[in-house]
C-alpha cells in the first residue's frame, strides 16, 4: 500500500494592516469612486441653485454683491416681481402656463391614441408610420424656423389671431411635437397582456371602449411622465418663441424674463433670480405631488407582464 502526499502551498497570512488596505482598496473599486462622481455632480448642481437663491434674497441683487451666502435677508425682488407694468411677470407666467396646459392635454391624448394603434391594431404601413414617427422626431426643429416664421406670417395676414405674435399661433407650432410621445408610450402598451383586451372584446367592448377603460387606468404612471416631459418643456421653451411673441403682453416666461436679464444684467439680476424661483415651485410641487407615478412609469414595461 501506498500513500501519496501532496506538497500544500503556505497559505498567506495578512497582518491587519496589510487586510485593511485590501479591503479599502476593493470598497474603492466597488462603491468608493460611485461616491466621488456622485459628490462631484452633486456640487456641480447645488452651487448656482445656491448662487440663485442667494442673489433673490440679497436686497441688491447686483452680480458683484452676490454670494453664495447672502450677507443680507431681504424678500424686496419677491414683492417686486407684480409691481411693475414693464415686465408683468405674472402675466407672462400665465401665457406659459396656458401654452403649458394646451399642449400636455394635446400631447397625452394623441400620443396615446397614436401608441394604442401602433400597439394593439395591426394594419398596412404600421411599420412604416413608426418609422416615419422616429425620422420625423430625429430632425431638428431649429431647421424648421424659418418656414415657420414666412408660414405664420402669411397666415396673421389672413387670421390675425393665429398669426405671428399670438399666443394661439405659438401654441400650433408647440403642438407640432404633439405625438413625441408615441414611442415612448408604446413600451408601455406593449407589456400590457392582450388577454385584457380579449376579455373586454368578449363582453362587447369596440376599440375605444378597451382604450379608455381597460388601457388607460394600467398606464397612468406613463401618462404623468410624458406630460410632465412636456410641461418642463414648454415652460423652458425659449427659441421659438423668442421668434413668435414680441409684444410686452403675450411673451412667454422665458422670453420675458430673458429680456429683463439681457436689458440690465447686474441691476435686474436679483429680480431675475426671485422670478426663476416662483417659475420652479409648480414644476417641483408636481414632481413631488407625483412621485409614485413617476417612479411607476420609469420601472413599467421593464418586464413584460
Given at each position: 500500500?501506498?500513500?501519496?502526499?501532496?506538497?500544500?502551498?503556505?497559505?498567506?497570512?495578512?497582518?491587519?494592516?496589510?487586510?485593511?488596505?485590501?479591503?479599502?482598496?476593493r470598497w474603492w473599486r466597488e462603491l468608493g469612486w460611485r461616491y466621488v462622481v456622485g459628490i462631484g455632480i452633486t456640487v456641480i448642481v447645488v452651487i448656482p441653485l445656491l448662487?440663485?437663491?442667494?442673489?433673490?434674497?440679497?436686497?441688491?441683487?447686483?452680480?458683484?454683491?452676490?454670494?453664495?451666502?447672502?450677507?443680507?435677508?431681504?424678500?424686496?425682488?419677491?414683492?417686486?416681481?407684480?409691481?411693475?407694468?414693464?415686465?408683468?411677470?405674472?402675466?407672462?407666467?400665465?401665457?406659459?402656463?396656458?401654452?403649458?396646459?394646451?399642449?400636455?392635454?394635446?400631447?397625452?391624448?394623441?400620443?396615446?391614441?397614436?401608441?394604442?394603434?401602433?400597439?394593439?391594431?395591426?394594419?398596412?404601413?404600421?411599420?412604416?408610420?413608426?418609422?416615419?414617427?422616429?425620422?420625423?422626431?430625429?430632425?431638428?426643429?431649429?431647421?424648421?424656423?424659418?418656414?415657420?416664421?414666412?408660414?405664420?406670417?402669411?397666415?396673421?395676414?389672413?387670421?390675425?389671431?393665429?398669426?405671428?405674435?399670438?399666443?394661439?399661433?405659438?401654441?400650433?407650432?408647440?403642438?407640432?411635437?404633439?405625438?413625441?410621445?408615441?414611442?415612448?408610450?408604446?413600451?408601455?402598451?406593449?407589456?400590457?397582456?392582450?388577454?385584457?383586451?380579449?376579455?373586454?372584446?368578449?363582453?362587447?367592448?369596440?376599440?375605444?371602449?378597451?382604450?379608455?377603460?381597460?388601457?388607460?387606468?394600467?398606464?397612468?404612471?406613463?401618462?404623468?411622465?410624458?406630460?410632465?416631459?412636456?410641461?418642463?418643456?414648454?415652460?423652458?421653451?425659449?427659441?421659438?418663441?423668442?421668434?413668435?411673441?414680441?409684444?410686452?403682453?403675450?411673451?412667454?416666461?422665458?422670453?420675458?424674463?430673458?429680456?429683463?436679464?439681457?436689458?440690465?444684467?447686474?441691476?435686474?439680476?436679483?429680480?431675475?433670480?426671485?422670478?426663476?424661483?416662483?417659475?420652479?415651485?409648480?414644476?417641483?410641487?408636481l414632481f413631488q405631488w407625483l412621485q409614485k407615478y413617476i417612479v411607476g412609469g420609469i420601472t413599467a414595461g421593464s418586464v413584460k407582464g
Amino acid at each position: 500500500m501506498t500513500t501519496t502526499t501532496t506538497d500544500r502551498q503556505p497559505s498567506i497570512v495578512l497582518d491587519k494592516p496589510s487586510r485593511d488596505v485590501v479591503k479599502g482598496a476593493r470598497w474603492w473599486r466597488e462603491l468608493g469612486w460611485r461616491y466621488v462622481v456622485g459628490i462631484g455632480i452633486t456640487v456641480i448642481v447645488v452651487i448656482p441653485l445656491l448662487y440663485i437663491v442667494s442673489a433673490s434674497l440679497n436686497p441688491i441683487g447686483s452680480v458683484s454683491s452676490t454670494s453664495l451666502i447672502p450677507k443680507q435677508i431681504s424678500f424686496t425682488h419677491f414683492e417686486s416681481l407684480g409691481n411693475n407694468p414693464a415686465r408683468p411677470f405674472f402675466k407672462w407666467f400665465g401665457n406659459s402656463l396656458l401654452v403649458a396646459l394646451v399642449v400636455v392635454t394635446v400631447n397625452s391624448l394623441l400620443s396615446s391614441f397614436g401608441a394604442y394603434a401602433f400597439s394593439r391594431m395591426r394594419f398596412k404601413g404600421r411599420r412604416s408610420g413608426l418609422l416615419a414617427l422616429l425620422l420625423i422626431q430625429m430632425f431638428p426643429g431649429i431647421l424648421t424656423m424659418v418656414a415657420l416664421f414666412r408660414m405664420f406670417g402669411i397666415i396673421g395676414d389672413i387670421v390675425p389671431w393665429l398669426g405671428l405674435d399670438s399666443l394661439a399661433g405659438y401654441t400650433f407650432v408647440m403642438l407640432g411635437g404633439a405625438l413625441g410621445g408615441v414611442f415612448l408610450m408604446k413600451g408601455i402598451f406593449d407589456s400590457i397582456p392582450d388577454s385584457l383586451d380579449e376579455a373586454a372584446k368578449i363582453d362587447g367592448a369596440g376599440h375605444f371602449r378597451v382604450y379608455a377603460t381597460v388601457i388607460m387606468p394600467l398606464v397612468k404612471s406613463i401618462l404623468v411622465i410624458n406630460g410632465l416631459l412636456a410641461l418642463t418643456g414648454v415652460i423652458g421653451e425659449f427659441l421659438l418663441a423668442s421668434i413668435f411673441l414680441r409684444s410686452n403682453g403675450v411673451k412667454t416666461v422665458a422670453v420675458g424674463l430673458y429680456g429683463v436679464l439681457t436689458s440690465d444684467r447686474s441691476a435686474n439680476l436679483g429680480w431675475f433670480c426671485a422670478a426663476a424661483l416662483v417659475v420652479s415651485i409648480p414644476v417641483v410641487v408636481l414632481f413631488q405631488w407625483l412621485q409614485k407615478y413617476i417612479v411607476g412609469g420609469i420601472t413599467a414595461g421593464s418586464v413584460k407582464g
